[in-house]
């Protein structure tokens, strides 16, 4: 009978001699520890046997010490080395940031800016500070205190000093991506501060205080909703996202916890629970406008669900040794899962170093990016609790991937991983999916007592009215108890009011909507008066829009005109059916597992009801690769001539001009190419072609740098950048650009962001347009760039000696090749890497995959012809391919894809039929055709005799963005308005616009008749307000007051209505010449 899909045949045979085999490495495991123990009281007893002296015993002890010393010095040194080149990332990035502390206040940094100017301003205000903290302390928290609880009526601060040190903000990183109504900013907060608060509480004797605090953590502030009046944004609030680094430094704890109703708290209590009060979902929200929903920003609804299975571990460190290490132990190892505020923890399994838990857990996620799951495990000890790891994950990557299934490496640790499996669950407003949620639920198990949970129901309490008074005409001091099942959760007390008004949220999980209810007593702040309750069913919610109840609710066993309003959301947690893994990445190690070769299985709960052992989980049959998989582009530069180079190389201390020997560096992306060297030439030809791949991120650069080569060193003849962004929003740019730093020269480039087509009608004609090219540095222009991305394989052989193979692939088409990652020993590996080619000619390439054992051992082999790709729908193979010299079940999951390049220069006429003619390809680029030259003396009133010039524009829309953007390049052929020419600039408005609020002007280029300006100007429309509006733009000279030299060169009046705006064409435009 075959094997499981993901199953290694010799697993299967060898699974019965698992438990022997355990038992017999178990033996062998207690006879080397006695051997050791033995081995080292060997020596002892010989040297009383033959009488030595005790003196050699000692000295050689003392050498056997002194090399134990220095070894274990070296293997530490070592696994630091290793430790920071694993991690050499991380530690970079930590080192950075502490260095920003240290810069100038003028440095700043792309993603988080510092901001001397406002900790100069604080550090200025913090006397004045000290003040107003003083006086809230005094008369406001104290009374509000000392009403809290009769043990502390006798409660006063006796001493506020807030210290001379003022807090830090070591940097600050804004967010405007997320929401256009609201600005959310990251304060990197430092705080060692030298306060001094005194209390006291005469009732019993005691004095107590704090001197010297300290804070480090990142404050999430968020500015929402920005309104069209001052002071310009609604409220402030402000939170920690995680829990921050809080250390008080108290003076008379100890006393102060022998009063009653403190005494069972602790120093680390009251800093957990004072951390707890700053970290998520706790919010300080401050209204700056009236009217102003205060409880939905101090309490939105949350962004998801995460839910969490806690599998297993694996290779944990042994905690629990015998003789201090001479015998090793095992541990007793439990974990300790946090986000925020919320956290749980496991049972501890006794002696494994390899425990399972198959636990879950479910945790709601306030925020993202920003909030992280931290896993940390522990040895269980009678006294205190050892150390085994850390990790952490960031909940933004589980948001995007929907699904995590994974082994994670411990940090600050020897050894060890975790095995966790994250789940993004969606919020739906609507009940549709409920019975297949609650039925998917039923089919999921682990050992927690608490079934997994099908929606989570948010409670938002805003207020009461008209409550039934106290005996004796009394005011109540009302409060609130939410129940849901076994679950309650209690409100703020309003003390002394019968209209209190809470302002409290409350969020629970549900098992099953259809068959639970919500219970919402009010009582008085003993616990015992009932002032009305409140019981809904949560069938109610399912036929309400958007699963959504806002509004008054009359109150049961209450005054008849007593009312409490709530706003209670329901939401279906909905896990994404594409979303859901097969199998989760292979075992850091498989050594001692006894587990199947094959991986690990997905199912958290391997045995089904009664004991039964469920199936396994069939193979997908596609890839599933990351989103932002083939969504690169290409980039072609054609580096074509410059003109008016600066003469480096004269003669005689430069009384005799020479020449240049020019070169130019292009640097993009990390990749430096350069160009073949003009000997003495101030005008040098080069028309050479270059193409690089690159990903979409945002502010990367194109940086031109010219040289003149030497025998020393090559002289400086100027440079110039250009932006990506600015390249893809054009698609096609052919224009001269000046060179900076230097007095003269310009370089004409011709640069193309290549469309990506599937249309295989097309290759022919890129083909054809392909060989009409020939440039100097013999590329070939590309067709097509090859998409590949290697998921996984399945059955691969075994070594030699019997051992799973450490697999590695090497991707490879024609010269150029690309290796995955080494994978850790199995027979189904597991890579998700991507990779790109560029294609000359799909038609006659080959891609070839070379499976092997760390580089060496060969373990299998595909070749794939493009042609077989040209051959499928859509240009895209996704399945498992059979390797070739490897075993008959050896496969490999892939995804290959194809994209033909289109290009703006690959355009063919068409005669009458609609055939394509063979000679109307246009024909290749001749460097005369563009000399400067003929240019200037190039007439263009022979269509126009009323023409002033023209202008190089480019007019588009940005979808992503969501902008107009109008892009000035160039003019040419102005006319003159002096004996000097001219100094020209362009200025723009979009009509109708009565404020002048688009108008826009370029920078003045001083006599130049053919000026260059290369400056884009956005606005923020919408595609249908873009459409109605009408360009009018002029090129104006720029003249003095007095002067009497014409100002109007040519004017331009363009509707946007008659250009395809998404498209974002470069076209030249003719100037109209002023009649007047």
């Given at each position: 009978?075959?094997?499981?899909?993901?199953?290694?045949?010799?697993?299967?045979?060898?699974?019965?001699?698992?438990?022997?085999?355990?038992?017999?490495?178990?033996?062998?495991?207690?006879?080397?520890?006695?051997?050791?123990?033995?081995?080292?009281?060997?020596?002892?007893?010989?040297?009383?046997?033959?009488?030595?002296?005790?003196?050699?015993?000692?000295?050689?002890?003392?050498?056997?010490?002194?090399?134990?010393?220095?070894?274990?010095?070296?293997?530490?040194?070592?696994?630091?080395?290793?430790?920071?080149?694993?991690?050499?990332?991380?530690?970079?990035?930590?080192?950075?940031?502490?260095?920003?502390?240290?810069?100038?206040?003028?440095?700043?940094?792309?993603?988080?800016?510092?901001?001397?100017?406002?900790?100069?301003?604080?550090?200025?205000?913090?006397?004045?500070?000290?003040?107003?903290?003083?006086?809230?302390?005094?008369?406001?928290?104290?009374?509000?205190?000392?009403?809290?609880?009769?043990?502390?009526?006798?409660?006063?601060?006796?001493?506020?000093?807030?210290?001379?040190?003022?807090?830090?903000?070591?940097?600050?990183?804004?967010?405007?991506?997320?929401?256009?109504?609201?600005?959310?900013?990251?304060?990197?907060?430092?705080?060692a501060g030298d306060v001094e608060v005194n209390v006291e509480i005469k009732k019993y004797f005691c004095k107590a205080g704090v001197k010297g605090v300290q804070l480090h953590g990142k404050l999430r502030v968020i500015l929402e909703p920005l309104i069209g009046d001052i002071p310009l944004v609604g409220a402030i609030t402000m939170f920690f996202i995680c829990r921050p680094k809080l250390d008080i430094h108290w003076t008379g704890l100890t006393n102060l916890l022998d009063i009653p109703g403190l005494n069972a708290m602790s120093d680390t209590m009251i800093m957990d629970a004072i951390a707890s009060y700053l970290v998520l979902p706790n919010r300080l929200t401050v209204p700056l406008v009236a009217d102003l929903q205060v409880a939905q920003l101090r309490s939105p609804l949350p962004r998801g669900v995460v839910r969490i299975h806690l599998v297993e571990a694996e290779d944990l460190t042994a905690k629990d040794t015998v003789i201090k290490g001479l015998i090793d132990g095992k541990s007793d190892p439990y974990a300790v899962l946090r986000v925020g505020t919320q956290i749980f923890t496991s049972h501890h399994v006794d002696s494994n170093l390899n425990p399972q838990w198959r636990e879950m857990y479910e945790v709601i996620v306030h925020e993202v990016p920003g909030q992280e799951l931290e896993v940390e495990v522990f040895d269980k000890d009678p006294d205190q609790d050892d150390f085994l790891g850390r990790v952490k994950v960031d909940l933004d990557i589980v948001k995007k991937a929907r699904v995590v299934d994974d082994w994670f490496n411990l940090k600050d640790v020897p050894s060890g991983s975790v095995h966790l499996r994250l789940e993004w669950l969606s919020l739906?407003?609507?009940?549709?999916?409920?019975?297949?949620?609650?039925?998917?639920?039923?089919?999921?198990?682990?050992?927690?007592?608490?079934?997994?949970?099908?929606?989570?129901?948010?409670?938002?309490?805003?207020?009461?009215?008209?409550?039934?008074?106290?005996?004796?005409?009394?005011?109540?001091?009302?409060?609130?108890?939410?129940?849901?099942?076994?679950?309650?959760?209690?409100?703020?007390?309003?003390?002394?009011?019968?209209?209190?008004?809470?302002?409290?949220?409350?969020?629970?999980f549900i098992q099953d909507p259809r068959k639970q209810e919500i219970d919402i007593q009010v009582k008085d702040d003993d616990r015992v008066l009932s002032l009305g309750s409140l019981t809904i069913p949560l069938t109610r919610f399912l036929s309400t829009p958007e699963l959504t109840m806002d509004q008054w609710f009359q109150l049961e066993n209450s005054g008849s005109a007593s009312r409490i309003y709530?706003?209670?959301?329901?939401?279906?947690?909905?896990?994404?059916?594409?979303?859901?893994?097969?199998?989760?990445?292979?075992?850091?190690?498989?050594?001692?597992?006894?587990?199947?070769?094959?991986?690990?299985?997905?199912?958290?709960?391997?045995?089904?009801?009664?004991?039964?052992?469920?199936?396994?989980?069939?193979r997908p049959q596609h890839t599933t690769p990351d989103p932002e998989f083939a969504t690169e582009g290409v980039l072609r530069i054609h580096l074509m001539e410059a003109q008016n180079l600066i003469a480096k190389d004269n003669f005689m201390g430069g009384m005799v001009k020479g020449k240049s020997d020019p070169y130019v560096k292009i640097r993009v992306a990390g990749i430096t190419y350069r160009s073949h060297t003009i000997k003495e030439n101030l005008n040098p030809i080069w028309n050479e072609l270059y193409e690089v791949i690159l990903t979409q991120l945002p502010g990367q650069e194109i940086q031109?740098?010219?040289?003149?080569?030497?025998?020393?060193?090559?002289?400086?003849?100027?440079?110039?950048?250009?932006?990506?962004?600015?390249?893809?929003?054009?698609?096609?740019?052919?224009?001269?650009?000046?060179?900076?730093?230097?007095?003269?020269?310009?370089?004409?480039?011709?640069?193309?962001?290549?469309?990506?087509?599937?249309e295989l009608s097309r290759l022919d004609q890129i083909l054809q347009y392909q060989t009409q090219q020939s440039f100097q540095n013999k590329v070939v222009p590309s067709t097509a760039v090859l998409f590949v991305y290697v998921e996984r394989a399945h059955g691969l052989p075994l070594k030699k000696n019997g051992k799973e193979p450490k697999a590695g692939v090497d991707v490879i088409l024609k010269s150029v090749s690309q290796r995955t990652k080494v994978c850790e020993r199995s027979t189904s590996p597991r890579w998700d890497e991507a990779f790109h080619f560029l294609v000359r000619d799909p038609r006659d390439e080959v891609v070839t995959l070379k499976l092997s054992n760390n580089w060496g051992q060969a373990l299998g082999s595909l070749t794939l012809p493009l042609r077989e790709v040209l051959n499928v729908q859509g240009l895209v193979l996704d399945h498992w391919f059979n390797l070739e010299g490897a075993l008959p079940e050896s496969q490999i999951l892939l995804k290959v894809m194809l994209k033909l390049l289109d290009t703006q220069l690959a355009v063919c006429r068409r005669d009458a039929d609609g055939d394509i003619a063979g000679d109307h390809v246009i024909p290749r680029w001749v460097p005369s055709h563009l000399d400067i030259r003929?240019?200037?003396?190039?007439?263009?009133?022979?269509?126009?005799?009323?023409?002033?010039?023209?202008?190089?524009?480019?007019?588009?829309?940005?979808?992503?963005?969501?902008?107009?953007?109008?892009?000035?390049?160039?003019?040419?052929?102005?006319?003159?308005?002096?004996?000097?020419?001219?100094d020209p600039y362009v200025t723009f408005i979009l009509l109708p616009d009565k404020k002048s609020t688009t108008k826009r002007r370029t920078a003045t280029k001083k006599r130049d008749l053919n000026p260059e300006f290369n400056e884009r100007f956005d606005f923020d429309f919408t595609?249908?307000?873009?459409?109605?509006?009408?360009?009018?733009?002029?090129?104006?000279?720029?003249?003095?007051?007095?002067?009497?030299?014409?100002?109007?060169?040519?004017?331009?009046?363009?509707?946007?209505d008659q250009i395809d705006l998404k498209a974002a064409v470069t076209q030249w435009y003719d100037l109209v010449a002023d009649t007047n």
């Open positions: 009978m075959d094997a499981e899909p993901g199953v290694g045949r010799g697993a299967t045979i060898a699974a019965p001699d698992v438990p022997n085999q355990a038992a017999g490495e178990r033996a062998v495991s207690v006879l080397w520890s006695f051997g050791k123990c033995l081995g080292a009281l060997l020596p002892v007893y010989l040297a009383g046997y033959f009488g030595f002296s005790i003196s050699i015993v000692l000295f050689g002890l003392m050498i056997y010490m002194g090399w134990k010393h220095s070894r274990v010095e070296k293997m530490m040194r070592l696994k630091s080395a290793v430790y920071l080149l694993e991690n050499e990332k991380g530690f970079t990035t930590e080192s950075l940031f502490r260095a920003k502390r240290d810069l100038p206040p003028w440095i700043s940094f792309p993603d988080v800016e510092k901001v001397e100017w406002l900790n100069k301003i604080v550090q200025q205000a913090w006397p004045f500070i000290g003040q107003y903290m003083e006086k809230l302390l005094v008369e406001t928290i104290a009374p509000a205190i000392r009403a809290s609880s009769i043990h502390l009526q006798t409660l006063s601060f006796t001493k506020v000093n807030i210290g001379d040190k003022a807090v830090k903000v070591v940097g600050v990183k804004a967010h405007t991506e997320l929401d256009r109504r609201q600005v959310i900013l990251d304060l990197y907060l430092s705080y739906l407003s609507s009940g549709n999916r409920l019975s297949e949620v609650i039925q998917k639920n039923q089919n999921l198990t682990s050992k927690t007592t608490d079934p997994p949970s099908a929606a989570i129901l948010a409670v938002y309490l805003d207020q009461a009215h008209d409550l039934p008074m106290r005996k004796g005409n009394k005011d109540p001091s009302p409060m609130v108890q939410v129940s849901i099942q076994d679950t309650t959760k209690e409100s703020k007390t309003c003390y002394g009011t019968n209209s209190p008004v809470w302002g409290d949220a409350f969020t629970f709530v706003k209670i959301v329901l939401r279906i947690l909905w896990l994404s059916d594409d979303a859901t893994p097969t199998t989760p990445s292979p075992r850091p190690s498989a050594s001692g597992s006894g587990k199947a070769q094959g991986g690990i299985m997905s199912e958290l709960n391997p045995m089904g009801p009664g004991g039964l052992a469920k199936p396994q989980p069939t031109f740098e010219l040289f003149d080569k030497d025998i020393d060193q090559d002289d400086f003849l100027g440079r110039f950048k250009l932006s990506l962004r600015d390249i893809i929003s054009a698609q096609f740019i052919d224009t001269w650009y000046t060179l900076n730093d230097v007095k003269s020269g310009r370089v004409h480039l011709l640069l193309e962001w290549l469309p990506k087509s599937s003929q240019r200037n003396a190039f007439s263009i009133a022979g269509e126009n005799a009323n023409t002033a010039g023209q202008v190089k524009l480019t007019i588009g829309y940005s979808i992503e963005e969501s902008r107009l953007f109008i892009t000035v390049h160039s003019c040419r052929a102005l006319a003159s308005c002096s004996k000097d020419g001219a595609l249908e307000e873009s459409i109605q509006r009408r360009l009018d733009l002029s090129v104006k000279n720029s003249v003095s007051f007095m002067s009497r030299e014409r100002e109007l060169i040519g004017k331009l009046q363009l509707d946007l």
